[in-house]
């Protein structure tokens, strides 16, 4: 799953997409929501513009953070970013062993550092959507199919769930395809956010 060759797919999915009318309200409330905790993304996209490993980006966008946020436990401030558990534990789900820690934006920092976020330069719209999928895996992309994590809520969705199942002692990762996920999608949150903001300016790829 490569930039150069994803980026014009999701620059024509963005362009036709629209969030189902049943659920234009929930998304006007979404981005409400993390236009009220800006500054909280704010604190986390500053400190990713040095990951500690010596690479400088930009910051990963308050905006995505946001997004991320609300993708992997619907905001909830007591939980990892990476994937959703309590920061008081070490995780046991991908990515397993980190943590615990005191506050959600240092874990916050910690997923973005590990998943390599921290170091992208040059974002831009189509980056946004791409480092998002590349946070939550490819799975979907190898199906051939638009991740919900990416367009969850709009046209651009499609049938099929991955699931985290517990079989023999073991998390792994089933496919139900006819599953429909109902979470929120990140394009539409940050559409939705940018609605509020009204100064946010999503840069393209041409």
Known sequence: MRYGEKWPTYAKQWDRMKIKPARAAEFRRLGEYAVEHRQRYQTIQDATAHDGLGREGEG????????????ESDCDWDTYLGNGQSLHKKTTLVPKGRGPWPTFEAGAIDALNVDGLSSVIDWRLEKDLYFS????????????????????????????????????????????STEWDTQPGVAPIIFAIAQVANDIEFLRET
């Open 60 to 71: 990963v966008p308050w905006y995505v953070i946001a997004a991320l946020h609300r993708r």
């Open 133 to 176: 999928e590349i946070f939550n895996g490819a799975g979907y992309h190898m199906r051939g199919l638009p991740s919900p994590y990416i367009w969850g809520g709009t046209n651009i969705q499609v049938a099929g769930k991955f699931r985290e199942v517990k079989k023999d002692g073991k998390w792994v990762s089933v496919f139900r």
